[in-house]
C-alpha cells in the first residue's frame, strides 16, 4: 500500500485541518486525522483577488413543518434496505426544481451516537463539494428533532444493475460510463475522500441524455450520461489514516485489502474494475460461494480472512469476451483488479488509458497474436494505463469521450 500512498503525496496534496467532529473511520475518543486536499482543486476553488469565498454550507435545524412548506415531497422512489431510512420524490416549491429527498430517522438509522456524528460529518463535507456533473449534487440538508433529509439534484435514468437485467451495454456505451465514472473518483480522490461501495446499483445511467453526443465511426450516435450516487459510506481519507474496524462494502466488489481493513483509493478502482468487467462481459469476475454468507464482518475475523485467501486464489478470466478482441480494455481491468493494490492505477492514471481514445469497439485482436490466459487475482497482472503501447491501425477513429462530433 505504500507504494500506491507515495503515488498519492506526488500529485500536489495539502494537508489541512478539518473544522470539527470526527472522521468516519474515528470512534469516540479518538481524534479526527486531517483531511487531505488537492492543491490543483483548491486553486481553482479559490476566490479571485477581491472576491469572497462562497459561504460554508451546514446542516440545517428547522421543524417538519418548515421542511414541509419548501418541498413537496412525494412518492417512493425506491425502497431501502437500511433501517429508519427512505428514498422520495420531491419538487421544490419556490421554483418547482425536481429533487430526491433521502431521509434518515433518529435514531433508528444509525448504530449509535458516534456513527450519526460521523455521518453529520461527512455529509457536510459533501454537501460543499465543488460542483461535479458525474456526481449526484446534494443541494441542501435539514435536521429536525425526529429526522434527517438529504435534498438531492434527481438524476435521470436508471441504476446499471437495471440496465444491465435489461440487456447487455455497448462497448462504446461502457467506455462513456467508465470514463464519467472515473472523473467522479478522480475529484472524490484529489479531495482526500473514497467512496468505499461503488458498485452497479450505485451509478444511475441515462443512455439518451441530450448532454453527451457524439457520433462513432460506424455512423451511429452515442448519448450517454452516468453519475455516482449515495455517498452514505464516504469517509475522509489520507495516507496515513488508520485501518478500519470493519469491513464495509457490498459483496462480489470489496477489494481483497478492505478484509483486512485497508481501505485508499485503490479500493474505490478495484470496485471500479468490477464494473468495468461486469459491463463488458456481463458476468461477474469471481464466483459467488466467494463470499459465503452473511456473518462476522469486524476486520481480523475468521470470515474475513477466508474471503481474502479465496480471492488472492481465485483465477479471473480476462479472456472472457469481449475483452479477448479489446486489447486495450483487458489492459485497463487487469490493472484495476490487481490483487496488489499497489499495481492498480489511480483513477488519474486510469483515465490515460488508450481504451478510451476509441470511438466505438476496437478492432478484433491479431489472430496471430497468443489468446490471453485466464490471471489469478493475487497474480502481478498490472500493465500501467497510459504506458507506451503499440500505435492504433491507421484506420480506427480516435476521440476522448465527450467530445463534440
Not at 163 to 180: C, F, M, P, S, T
Not at 315 to 338: C, G, H, I, K, Y
Amino acid at each position: 500500500m505504500k507504494a500506491f500512498k507515495d503515488r498519492m503525496k506526488k500529485m500536489n496534496l495539502t494537508v489541512v485541518t478539518k473544522p470539527e467532529g470526527t472522521s468516519r473511520t474515528s470512534r469516540p475518543g479518538q481524534s479526527s486525522p486531517p483531511t487531505l486536499l488537492a492543491s490543483k482543486a483548491s486553486t481553482a476553488d479559490a476566490p479571485k483577488a477581491g472576491a469572497q469565498r462562497p459561504p460554508r454550507k451546514l446542516i440545517a435545524k428547522v421543524s417538519d413543518a418548515d421542511v414541509a412548506s419548501m418541498y413537496e415531497i412525494k412518492g417512493q422512489v425506491m425502497e431501502s434496505t437500511h433501517q429508519g431510512m427512505q428514498v422520495l420524490f420531491g419538487k421544490r416549491r419556490s421554483d418547482g426544481l425536481q429533487v430526491v429527498v433521502k431521509t434518515r430517522e433518529k435514531p433508528a438509522s444509525f448504530k449509535g451516537g458516534w456513527e450519526e456524528r460521523e455521518w453529520r460529518e461527512t455529509t457536510v463535507v459533501q454537501l460543499n463539494m465543488p460542483k461535479i456533473e458525474s456526481m449526484c449534487e446534494y443541494i441542501e440538508v435539514f435536521e429536525t428533532t425526529s429526522k434527517y433529509y438529504v435534498v438531492m439534484e434527481r438524476v435521470n435514468g436508471m441504476d446499471l444493475f437495471e440496465h444491465l437485467q435489461q440487456g447487455r451495454i455497448k462497448q462504446e456505451d461502457a467506455r462513456q460510463i467508465l470514463h464519467q465514472m472515473l472523473t467522479a473518483l478522480d475529484s472524490m480522490h484529489s479531495a482526500g475522500r473514497i467512496h468505499k461501495d461503488l458498485k452497479l446499483e450505485n451509478v444511475v445511467v441515462d443512455l439518451a441524455s441530450p448532454k453527451v453526443r457524439r457520433c462513432n465511426s460506424n455512423g451511429s450516435m452515442t448519448s450517454v450520461e452516468a453519475k455516482l450516487i449515495d455517498f452514505d459510506t464516504v469517509q475522509d481519507w489520507e495516507p496515513t489514516s488508520p485501518k478500519a474496524k470493519d469491513v464495509l462494502g457490498t459483496d462480489g466488489y470489496i477489494a481483497p485489502e478492505a478484509y483486512t481493513g485497508e481501505y485508499s483509493p485503490a479500493s474505490d478502482i478495484y470496485c471500479v474494475g468490477v464494473i468495468m468487467y461486469k459491463l463488458l462481459t456481463g458476468r461477474s469476475p469471481s464466483r459467488s460461494d466467494i463470499q459465503g454468507g452473511p456473518g462476522e464482518n469486524w476486520v481480523g475475523s475468521p470470515a474475513m480472512k477466508r474471503i481474502q485467501d479465496r480471492l488472492r486464489k481465485e483465477t479471473v478470466d480476462f479472456a472472457r469476451p469481449p475483452l479477448n478482441r479489446s486489447p486495450e480494455a483487458q489492459r485497463l481491468v487487469r490493472s484495476m483488479m490487481a490483487f496488489d493494490p499497489n499495481e492498480r492505477p489511480t483513477a488519474a492514471e486510469a483515465l490515460e488509458s488508450r481504451w478510451f481514445h476509441f470511438v466505438g469497439d476496437e478492432p478484433p485482436r491479431d489472430p496471430s497474436h497468443a489468446s490471453v490466459e485466464p490471471a489469478r487475482a493475487g497474480s502481478d497482472t498490472r500493465s500501467p494505463a497510459g504506458a507506451s503501447d503499440p500505435s492504433p491501425p491507421a484506420a480506427d477513429k480516435l476521440a476522448l469521450p465527450g467530445e463534440p462530433e
